[in-house]
C-alpha cells in the first residue's frame, strides 16, 4: 500500500510523510538502529533497510545479532561497525523516547498506526480507504 500513497500524494507533494519508529521490543529497537546506521540519514535507504527488515524479521527476531551483523555486512558496515552502531546508548535513549511520546502523548496503542491531519488510524487499513479520506482533505 504505502507506494501507492508514495507515489500518489508523496512524491506529488500533495501531502507530506512523517515516518516515527516504534519498536516494540530491544530486539526491535535493535534493528531500528542499524537501519539508522545503515543508512546514515539518506531516507531511501532507511527505507530500503527496513523494508528489508520487516521481509527478515522472522530470522531476526530469532537470531538477532548474528542476523543484524549479517545484514550490517551486506551493506558495507565493518563487525565493529555493527557493534558500535547496536551499543549506542544515546541512539536507544532517542528511540525510546520517540516510544515514550508515541505511547503518552499520542495515544498509540497499535501498529501501525497512522494520523491524517490529526486523525489517529490504528491498524492496517487498505489504499482505497487512505485514498478517500486524503482526497476529502485536499477537497477543503
Not at 2 to 13: A, L, M, Q, R
Not at 118 to 130: L, M, Q
Request: aromatic share 10%; charged share 30%.
Amino acid at each position: 500500500m504505502f507506494p501507492k500513497i508514495k507515489s500518489e500524494y508523496i512524491d506529488t507533494g500533495k501531502v507530506r510523510y512523517v515516518f516515527r519508529e516504534f519498536p516494540l521490543d530491544a530486539k526491535a529497537a535493535v534493528a531500528s538502529m542499524l537501519a539508522r546506521c545503515i543508512a546514515e540519514d539518506d531516507a531511501g535507504k532507511y527505507f530500503a533497510v527496513i523494508d528489508m527488515l520487516f521481509k527478515t524479521r522472522d530470522e531476526w527476531v530469532v537470531k538477532t545479532r548474528e542476523t543484524l551483523k549479517r545484514i550490517g555486512r551486506e551493506a558495507g558496515m565493518s563487525e565493529q561497525s555493527v557493534e558500535t552502531c547496536i551499543k549506542n546508548q544515546a541512539l536507544f535513549d532517542k528511540l525510546s523516547a520517540n516510544e515514550k511520546f508515541a505511547d503518552e502523548v499520542l495515544k498509540v496503542t497499535a501498529t501501525p498506526t497512522f494520523f491524517i491531519n490529526g486523525e489517529r488510524i490504528k491498524g492496517a487499513i487498505p489504499f482505497e480507504a487512505f485514498d478517500k479520506r486524503i482526497k476529502q482533505l485536499l477537497q477543503n
